[in-house]
Each structure stands twice: as structure tokens, then as C-alpha cells.
């Protein structure tokens, strides 16, 4: 008789960055651990506890946002991080990361009793400006007879829905403004999402973390609350089949 799968363990740090306990391997993507970046203001402190014991960190492509190096350094420097291809000279060079994986769409590779798969993104694959430029990424994660997407920022694509079924979706709803730019999906786009890769879980990220300083001088901005009722309701209409798991940063859930 087949082993049954084993639990997953998804911990929402906040905006991309996702603590992915999969197999026993601990999976943190896209982190951005400080509190003001630029012009942006964080709404709720990271705990550190949920930083320790991180196998490797993913990265989905190079905006500001994403591939943060000041959080890359507070990760340590023996920390294996991967990232898009092309992308390894600049984590070399500014994160002073020594264990530097680089990866292409459709590539894979192991970590401890996970493999991690390098899916498609639609998104702009600069880093401004006048940066290194390398085409964004997605991930999926596989281990323990459960499976993990990680969308990064992308908008639909043809061929997502070859990636399902899926146990689990992190899919991005929102940012850290009152608007979106192209490359990035509202709460109707991630449920058109959800439904594409026939998602058991999807659970919202990239939504409740930054904002502009100068919107929350009052109180915090509207898009810090509302973009995951939204989502909500739109999966109930576009992939009734999914469960859909809404966690504050700072929250954990097991599936």
C-alpha cells in the first residue's frame, strides 16, 4: 500500500515571500524581510521565528520587490538560493551569496526529498533601471506526495493549465499600490487562475504588506484588506471546486 501524502506546511511571511514546509524541506520564496523599502512602508513586522531552519530560498525574478538583496544577506551567505538564469552574477556580486543556482523554464533540480521545477511566467524581466535582465520564473514544488505552485508575478498564460492539478496554489492577487501594472493579476485573474490548474488550495499572496507611505498617513490604504474577499468570491463563480485559504501575513496553515 502506497505511503498516504504527507502534509504541507504553508506559513504567508508577506507580499511574495511564502515559507513552503514541504517534506520536511523548508522552502522561503521570494524574500522581503524589511520593514520600509523605498518609499514603501510594511504593515506588520516579519517574525523571525518563521525564518529559521530555511533550506533555500527561490526567487521568481529581479524587480525590487522580489529579489531583495538586503534580505538575501540577513538569509546568511551559505544560504542556497536560485534563481532565473542570468540572474547569478548579480547575486554573487551584491548579495555575497556563495551557493548561487541558476535555472530556465522547464528545468528542475532536488532539494533533500523535494524537487523544484521551473515553470513559465508572464512578467517584465528587467531590473530598473538599466539592470540585469532574465526571464522571470515560477516554481513547482513536488514532495511527499503533495505538490506546491509558486506563481511569482504572472499574469494567465497559455499552458498553465498543463501545470494542474495542483494541491496547493500561492497565487498572486494585488501589490502594494492602489493600481496594477501589466504582468500582474487581480483577484478575477487569480481565480480564472485557480480554475486553470484545478487547484485542491489556493491561497492569496502578494496582497496586505506594503503600501506608500504617503497613502497611509490617515489610515491604512483599502487595498490592504480587501483584495482576498474579493478573490473569494470570484472562485466561488470561476473554480467552485477550490478551496480557498486566506492568511494574514504573519499566518500559518497546514493542508
Not at 556563495?98 to 515553470?119: H, L, P
Not at 535582465?133 to 511527499?144: H, K, V, Y
Not at 493600481?179 to 487562475?193: E, K, V
Not at 467552485?240 to 493542508?255: F, M, S
Amino acid at each position: 500500500m502506497a505511503a498516504p501524502p504527507s502534509s504541507a506546511r504553508i506559513a504567508y511571511v508577506g507580499h511574495a515571500t511564502v515559507l513552503v514546509d514541504l517534506g520536511g524541506v523548508r522552502l522561503l520564496t521570494d524574500p522581503l524581510l524589511r520593514n520600509r523599502v523605498a518609499h514603501l512602508r510594511r504593515a506588520a513586522k516579519v517574525d523571525a521565528g518563521a525564518l529559521r531552519g530555511v533550506d533555500a530560498v527561490l526567487i521568481s525574478h529581479l524587480h525590487y520587490d522580489h529579489l531583495d538583496l538586503p534580505s538575501l544577506q540577513r538569509l546568511g551567505r551559505d544560504m542556497p538560493v536560485v534563481v532565473p538564469h542570468g540572474a547569478g552574477a548579480l547575486v554573487r556580486r551584491k548579495a555575497a551569496v556563495k551557493n548561487v543556482i541558476e535555472m530556465r523554464e522547464g528545468e528542475q533540480i532536488e532539494i533533500g526529498a523535494v524537487t523544484i521545477r521551473a515553470t513559465h511566467a508572464t512578467h517584465d524581466p528587467g531590473r530598473m533601471p538599466f539592470g540585469v535582465r532574465a526571464e522571470p520564473l515560477g516554481f513547482m514544488i513536488e514532495g511527499g506526495g503533495r505538490s506546491v505552485y509558486f506563481a511569482g508575478d504572472t499574469d494567465l498564460f497559455d499552458g498553465m493549465a498543463e501545470l494542474g492539478p495542483v494541491d496547493v496554489a500561492l497565487l498572486p492577487i494585488w501589490g502594494w499600490g492602489p493600481t496594477m501594472g501589466p504582468g500582474h493579476m487581480d483577484p478575477t485573474r487569480a481565480a480564472q487562475a485557480a480554475a486553470r490548474l484545478r487547484a485542491a488550495v489556493a491561497i492569496p499572496i502578494h496582497w496586505g504588506t506594503y503600501y506608500p507611505i504617503h497613502l497611509g498617513l490617515q489610515k491604512p490604504p483599502g487595498f490592504l484588506e480587501t483584495p482576498p474577499s474579493l478573490f473569494e468570491q470570484e472562485v466561488v463563480s470561476r473554480a467552485p471546486a477550490t478551496a480557498v485559504r486566506v492568511l494574514k501575513p504573519g499566518e500559518e496553515t497546514d493542508i
